[in-house]
C-alpha cells in the first residue's frame, strides 16, 4: 500500500461542505483517509480577482497507481460540482495529489511530487500539519523546513 497526500480546495459554494464531500466520496471509493488536516482560509494564488479559498490536505492510504488515484480524483471533481474553467480559476473543488511515497514522476498530465507545492503557502501549511517529517523527494527537504523557508522568503 502506498501513502500519499492529497491538497484539497474550494472557493466556490460552501466551500467547507465541498471539501467534506470530496473526502466522504473518496472513502466510499475504498480510499483509506489516514490524516486530515485543519482548515485554512487563503487567498487565492495565480488569479487574485476571485473569492478566498479554503484549503486543506489529507493522508490516504492507496493500493492504487498515481494514475488511477488521479483518474478517481478527477471523478470526484466532478461529483462535486466541478466544472472546467481557466487555470487558477474559481472552483468548487480541487483536488491535487501532492505526494505519492516517495516517487518522482512527469507525465502529461501527472507530476509527482507536486511541481509547485513548494512556493505555496496554502499546500504546505495543510501538509506541514500531518506530515512535517515526509521529505520531498526531489528537493529531500522536510515539509516544516520547506515551509519554514517560504515564510522566510515573503
Known amino acids: 500500500m502506498a501513502i500519499a497526500y492529497i491538497g484539497i480546495g474550494s472557493n466556490l459554494g460552501n466551500r467547507q461542505e465541498n471539501c467534506l464531500r470530496a ?26 480577482d476571485q473569492p478566498r479559498f479554503i484549503n486543506m490536505a489529507i493522508e490516504v492510504e492507496t493500493g492504487l497507481e498515481p494514475k488511477e488515484l488521479l483518474r478517481i480524483l478527477k471523478e470526484v471533481e466532478r461529483e462535486v460540482g466541478r466544472e472546467e474553467s481557466f487555470k487558477w480559476g474559481p472552483r468548487i473543488i480541487d483536488l491535487d495529489i501532492l505526494l505519492f511515497d516517495a516517487l518522482i514522476l512527469r507525465e ?27 521529505i520531498h523527494p526531489i528537493l529531500k527537504v522536510r515539509v516544516c523546513d520547506l515551509m519554514q523557508e517560504l515564510r522566510y522568503r515573503h
Do not use: Q
Request: proline share 9%.
Open 23 to 48: 473526502i466522504e466520496i473518496l472513502e466510499k471509493r475504498g480510499i483509506t483517509v489516514k490524516k486530515k488536516s485543519s482548515i485554512y482560509e487563503t487567498e487565492p494564488w495565480g488569479v487574485k
Open 108 to 134: 502529461d498530465n501527472l507530476e509527482i511530487p507536486h511541481p509547485l507545492m513548494h512556493e505555496r503557502d496554502f499546500v504546505l501549511r495543510p501538509l506541514c500539519e500531518i506530515a512535517p517529517e515526509r
